[in-house]
């Protein structure tokens, strides 16, 4: 188990149930596309935040570059973002049931809090996350290098409503 972080954040483009998850599609054949395949896709959070925030998550342990690059990066407005991600099938573990390696880490925990209780969040009829919906993220942090995206905590709903269901 590795370091707990936590932090506040706005969400944009969040990928964390498994229909929604990447499984790289509009990605060129490469190493990239190659690994999210290996790892049965990715549920990924843009999760922006301000300067200070950076500095506390640094600061709790939260590495500024990944094993594919940076991971604090900023958009065309200049606002700052850190992806945060998640694989699906994780080949490092071992299965304690089977023995076998690779264990089904499957989406990050969606919750929210009401009257101080945890409630698991259900997209059903608490709707789907919109851009700028108000989270606390929960990340767990490895050897300072590794980053999983464990959870994530609705604050403020903006809610994501599609304009056709078809496909979707």
């Not at 606390?136 to 050897?143: A, N």
Request: proline residues 3%.
């Amino acid at each position: 188990m590795g370091k707990k972080v936590y932090f506040k954040a706005k969400l944009k483009w969040a990928k964390v149930r498994e229909e929604d998850r990447d499984m790289g599609v509009n990605l060129p054949e490469g190493d990239q596309k190659a690994k999210i395949e290996a790892d049965d896709g990715h549920y990924i959070v843009q999760a922006y935040i301000t300067e200070d925030t950076k500095k506390e998550m640094v600061a709790k342990g939260v590495p500024t570059r990944g094993m594919v690059g940076q991971l604090f990066k900023e958009d065309d407005d200049g606002s700052l973002w850190y992806k945060c991600v998640r694989k699906h099938f994780n080949n490092k573990f071992v299965n304690k049931d089977t023995g076998e390696q690779g264990v089904v880490m499957g989406p990050p925990e969606v919750c929210r809090v009401i009257d101080g209780e945890k409630v698991d969040w259900d997209f059903e009829d608490d709707g789907l996350l919109g851009n700028d919906t108000e989270a606390t993220i929960k990340l767990d942090v490895w050897d300072g290098k590794i980053v999983t995206l464990e959870a994530v905590r609705v604050d403020n709903l903006v809610e994501f409503v599609p304009e056709n269901t078809e496909g979707f």
